[in-house]
């Protein structure tokens, strides 16, 4: 069964452009999670999508959005990038609902390593 | 504000021998814990979990054991394998939002 995909593996922007990042959960799965890596820190939650739909989001401007397909794919935008955006960002799916009150594992892809000069 | 802290940041052991990692967290509401494995430049790989309602979870090498009271949560692996290297987060979800806090990490080096 393949995993959490996601593309590009790298890529490259300047300031002020606008990066996007894609990402294909592992089948049957409905819930698709965005978290930045920053160099030197922890996974930090940036987005949800369940069905379709934005469910939560992290501490991060507005200018981080995204989408979810009605093939559970998903797309993560950062416009207006800025040179701190420089990070690994992770996509991770799970079952979604209503599978939840069994404890819902997120299992992570290998990342899109942003860099922005 | 951490909610998940990994107060050791890198950890060596000897092959053979008992790998303890440590994660406290502060929130009550958190009702689901996890570990990951995360080799650099790679997602991080889902390692084992345990509820709230337990207080024990074993997997092969890997043990989670939780202490809801002490707010503690811990991950032995017995015994430890030089493959095991890598960095370790503990993951806490939030009962109602289901997005994981994570920790800083813990290295683990593991001595041939």
């Known amino acids: 069964e393949a995993g959490v995909t996601q593309s590009p593996t790298h890529l490259i922007k300047t300031r002020g452009q606008q990066a996007t990042l894609r990402c294909s959960p592992i089948?049957?799965?409905?819930?698709v999670y965005w978290y930045q890596q920053a160099l030197g820190l922890g996974l930090q939650f940036l987005l949800w999508y369940d069905e379709g739909e934005e469910r939560n989001r992290g501490n991060f401007p507005p200018r981080f959005s995204g989408r979810q397909f009605p093939n559970y794919s998903s797309e993560l935008n950062v416009n207006a990038l800025e040179l701190e955006d420089s990070a690994l960002y992770l996509c991770?799916?799970?079952?979604?609902?209503?599978?939840?009150?069994?404890?819902?594992?997120?299992?992570f892809g290998p990342g899109t390593r942003l860099t922005v000069l | 504000d951490q909610q998940v802290k990994q107060n050791s940041p890198s950890l060596s052991v000897q092959e053979g021998r008992i790998s303890i990692l440590n994660c406290d967290y502060t929130?009550?509401?958190?009702?689901?814990f996890l570990w990951y494995k995360k080799y650099p430049a790679e997602g991080p790989t889902f390692l084992i979990s345990?509820?709230?309602?337990?207080d024990k979870n074993e997997d092969g090498r890997f043990t989670v054991f939780l202490n809801k009271s002490a707010k503690h949560l811990s991950l032995h692996i017995v015994p430890s394998q030089p493959g095991d290297s890598a960095v370790y987060f503990c993951?806490?979800?939030?009962?109602?939002?289901?997005?994981?806090?994570f920790g800083t990490g813990t290295r683990l080096k593991v001595l041939a």
């Open positions: 991770a799916s799970s079952l979604g609902s209503p599978d939840r009150r069994l404890g819902d594992t997120q299992y």
């Open positions: 345990i509820s709230s309602i337990k």
């Open positions: 929130n009550s509401m958190f009702d689901y």
């Open positions: 993951a806490a979800s939030l009962r109602g939002t289901y997005k994981y806090i």
């Open positions: 089948s049957g799965h409905t819930s």
